[in-house]
């Protein structure tokens, strides 16, 4: 059957229309052609247009682990790729795939390296509804993110951290690929995804990989078993191309912490590496630092990790790592003393409940939305940002309310209309449902994909 051939060993050339037919049909395709179809598209003899039907046989035909990894491989090659190798000892990385007030990079980044364990993190700046970890470090007044490659490696030999945006030209098949998917709605296919994220990861060269997989009415993946394949395949996909890599599924049904906006998520940073920060956040950074530990191989198992990680945020040495982290890269680290030295905004309003009961939900993305609304977070690749906006919860899933009580506050700009802040009031109390009864407690960390894929 003419789907069963592979173009390039056995006729030995190749046209798109063959591939995306073979893929249409529900067969795997060959390392060497998706070596072609990744090259031509990245080279200009693969239009979008045919790219675009790849795409769309793809998330309808899924791939096998192994066309995952092929895929992922030849999207490395596409570009540059970084090696950290000259970093002494195991470098940590690790990704989230986008939450709402998602502060964990922040926190972890310091905390980590403050266990000796070197973190080189290349983050990006927020689109949509999910917040960047570049624009939260950049709130910091000074705060610089354009290292080069040879400044981001000097850094962490220099004191074991730095966070950085990516200059060099880390994976171009992706950036071309990511933009055709969203406009082909072809961002949700688990493969494409996976390729995706993988292959920045394994471009940028780290020691080793936590993947934070978010699940729920705030992540894009609402439903567990779409997240466990998600995870499955990526640590198919590391593993398979010699990086260690493990994967959490956490919840993603309430922003994580209080805090959603840039300079507000700096502050909820530097709480929970004084031990003060709250308690979600601080079980997720305690489980994701600890499998970064255990994969650098500083303890054998991630619950020594974690009292590891516990006795650095007890005895100030996480939150002097981070006061190190800003300093290095410019930034003013006397915010870590005094985030009153942060950009505040000039309008604070306190969102009040309108009836007694218990919080039993909180919709993530609802909130996430409200505080694009402020200004605190990118419509398009261009827009500027305010980064003193957004919005701090003040009660969460589980809590009692009574009528009248705060339940969140609103930070917005002097620039903010009234009819702007009233109609974010009004999401922020939509966003809540309450009942008569509690809910049960919500589960933060829902399961774990290993090294063997389990
Ligand atoms: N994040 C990525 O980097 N790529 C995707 O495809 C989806 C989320
Ligand atoms: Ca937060």
Not at 123 to 139: A, M, P, Q, V
Not at 220 to 230: G, T, W
Request: aromatic content about 4%; hydrophobic content about 45%.
């Amino acid at each position: 059957m003419q789907n069963e051939v592979d173009y390039l060993k056995v006729v030995g050339r190749v046209r798109a229309s063959d591939l995306i037919l073979k893929k249409r049909s529900g067969s795997a395709l060959s390392e060497a052609e998706l070596n072609y179809l990744i090259d031509g598209y990245v080279q200009g003899a693969v239009p979008d247009y045919q790219m675009s039907a790849m795409a769309m046989a793809i998330y309808f035909m899924g791939m096998t682990e192994e066309e995952a990894l092929f895929l992922t491989l030849a999207m490395v090659n596409s570009g540059d790729t970084i090696s950290l190798e000259v970093i002494p000892g195991a470098r940590a990385d690790k990704h989230s795939t986008g939450g709402v007030g998602d502060t964990t990079t922040l926190v972890l980044a310091p905390l980590v390296a403050a266990a000796g364990v070197p973190v080189a993190k290349l983050s990006g700046r927020g689109l949509g509804h999910t917040g960047g970890t570049l624009d939260k470090l950049e709130s910091i007044p000074g705060f610089q993110t354009d290292l080069s490659a040879a400044e981001l490696i000097a850094a962490v030999k220099n004191i074991g951290v730095a966070v950085a945006g990516q200059t060099a030209n880390l994976v171009p098949a992706d950036k071309m690929l990511y933009a055709l998917r969203d406009v082909t709605a072809t961002v949700d296919s688990i493969p494409l995804i996976a390729a995706s994220i993988m292959s920045k990861k394994l471009a940028a060269g780290p020691g080793s990989l936590v993947l934070d997989v978010k699940c729920g009415s705030g992540a894009f993946l609402k439903e567990l078993e779409q997240a466990y394949s998600l995870a499955r395949l990526m640590c198919g996909i590391g593993n398979g191309a010699g990086l260690e890599t493990i994967a959490l599924i956490t919840s993603m049904d309430q922003p994580l912490g209080r805090a959603v906006g840039n300079a507000l998520e700096v502050e909820e940073a530097i709480l929970t590496l004084r031990g003060e920060g709250p308690p979600d956040l601080e079980e997720l950074c305690l489980a994701l630092g600890g499998w970064m530990l255990c994969l650098s191989k500083k303890v054998s198992d991630p619950e020594a990790g974690k009292d590891i990680l516990k006795a650095l945020i007890a005895d100030g040495t996480a939150l002097e790592k981070f006061r190190e982290l800003i300093a290095n890269q410019q930034g003013n680290a006397a915010v870590t003393e005094d985030p009153g030295l942060l950009p505040r905004a000039e309008k604070q309003v306190t969102v009040k409940a309108v009836k007694d009961g218990f919080v039993v939900g909180l919709k993530a993305e609802q909130i996430g939305n409200a505080v694009m609304a402020l200004g605190a977070g990118r419509e398009t690749r261009d827009s500027s940002i305010d980064p003193a906006a957004g919005i701090v919860l003040e009660k969460k899933i589980g809590d009692r309310v009574k009528k009248g009580e705060p339940i969140a506050v609103i930070h917005a700009g002097h620039a903010s209309s009234s009819e702007l802040v009233y109609s974010v009031e009004n999401q922020i109390i939509s966003a809540y449902e309450f009942e008569d009864r509690p809910c049960g407690k919500q589960q933060l960390v829902l399961g774990l994909v290993d090294q063997k894929g389990r």
